[in-house]
């Protein structure tokens, strides 16, 4: 603290918290089993790739290191993962169909 000022003069700046919303917390919750779900639907073989490269945000390096195959392999999987990712978060569902009727109530 400067000479010249004395302890009455220190503010302490507020600043809001800068967390997420409660509705945030609940539609991030939502969207999280939606794809936890979708993610069983799709073949082993890619959903592997896809969960270790964009859930667990490893390198592609690494993804072909753990499932010990080359590089190529690995993007082509995660690629092909994705792309089935897609496809069953954007076809109509009953899930779906429920949690429009939750937050809709």
Known sequence: MPRDMTEHDV??????????????????SETRVLVERALTRINPIFR???????IQNLSYEEVAEILQVSLGTVKSRIVRGREALR???TQPSEELAEVEVMVSS
Do not use: F, K, N, W
């Not at 503010?11 to 539609?27: K, L």
């Not at 592997?48 to 964009?54: G, K, Y």
């Open 48 to 54: 592997t790739a896809v969960v270790l490269r964009d």
């Open 87 to 89: 496809r069953e978060l």
């Open 11 to 28: 503010s302490i700046e507020c600043t809001p918290d800068p967390g997420r919303s409660p509705y945030d917390q609940v539609v991030d």
